[in-house]
């Protein structure tokens, strides 16, 4: 897969999975409107919409064929087939913000999460987890968008799910959100300072004054 975002791209990538109904969407919606330097992606499905989604905005909702010639255009930075469905994150979505040094988060599956970390090792990958079985299943069914059926196929799914938790840098357990959503914030302010430090390192400048 070719793609043009690399280590020295200036904005820094964050990865946010979760099993279904754990809050990742609500964690990152909050976190975006405390973070003016951080912007989300929207992902292109061919699931349907869910109640009041727009498309443009939580999705671009395209139909398979759709979806897979853009497959067969090497248009995804990274795709999967997600509880029966298909979606994937348009690296066209996303270079331009990074170039410009625009901090990137996608909320996407583990799937989607191992690719990004192959082609991008830089990018930060965490993991949010919901406090209990029985609570997902709760929040799942509290949202009220989603079939009795589709909620069985997301419990059973997420097993896996949480079994991939040990692969990401990060993992916030989402009890009560307010303390999830600082976990996020401090991870993200860490990672920045990090990222930060480490590019200074290689700036020819700090070199030449023997900072480093
Ligand atoms: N800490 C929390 N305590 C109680 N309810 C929560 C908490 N976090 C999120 N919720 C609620 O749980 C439901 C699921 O949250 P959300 O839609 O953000 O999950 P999600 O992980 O993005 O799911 P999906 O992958 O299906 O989009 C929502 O109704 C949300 O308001
Ligand atoms: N690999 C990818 N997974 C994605 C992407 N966008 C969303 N998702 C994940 O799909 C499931 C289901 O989402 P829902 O909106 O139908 O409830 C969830 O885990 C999302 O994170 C993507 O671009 N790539």
Redesign the pocket.
């Known amino acids: 897969m070719n793609t043009s975002i690399t280590h020295d791209s200036p904005g820094n990538l964050f990865v946010v999975a979760?099993?279904?109904?754990?809050?990742?969407?609500?964690?990152v919606?909050a976190l975006l409107e405390l973070d003016a330097k951080l912007a989300v992606s929207v992902s292109h499905t061919t699931r349907a919409p869910r109640g009041q989604e727009q498309d443009g905005r939580e999705y671009w909702f395209v139909s398979e064929a759709d979806f897979r010639a853009k497959i067969a255009h090497d248009d995804f930075l990274e795709w999967a087939q997600v509880h029966g469905n298909l979606y994937g994150t348009s690296k066209a979505a996303i270079e331009a913000r990074l170039a410009h040094g625009e901090d990137v988060v996608l909320?996407i599956d583990y799937q989607g999460a191992l690719q990004v970390k192959k082609l991008f090792p830089a990018a930060t990958l965490i993991f949010?987890l919901p406090p209990s079985w029985d609570?997902l299943r709760l929040?799942?069914q509290?949202?009220g968008d989603?079939q009795a059926d589709v909620i069985e196929t997301?419990m059973a799914n997420a097993r896996t799910e949480v079994a991939q938790a040990r692969h990401f840098d990060f993992v916030v357990v989402?009890?009560?959100?307010e303390t999830?959503l600082f976990d996020l914030k401090a991870i993200v302010h860490a990672q920045r300072l990090k990222y930060a430090a480490q590019l200074r390192h290689r700036s020819a400048v700090f070199q030449a004054l023997n900072l480093c």
């Open positions: 979760a099993p279904s109904g754990a809050g990742k969407s609500s964690l919606k909320e949010i609570e929040r799942l509290r949202r989603t997301r989402n009890a009560l959100f999830a």
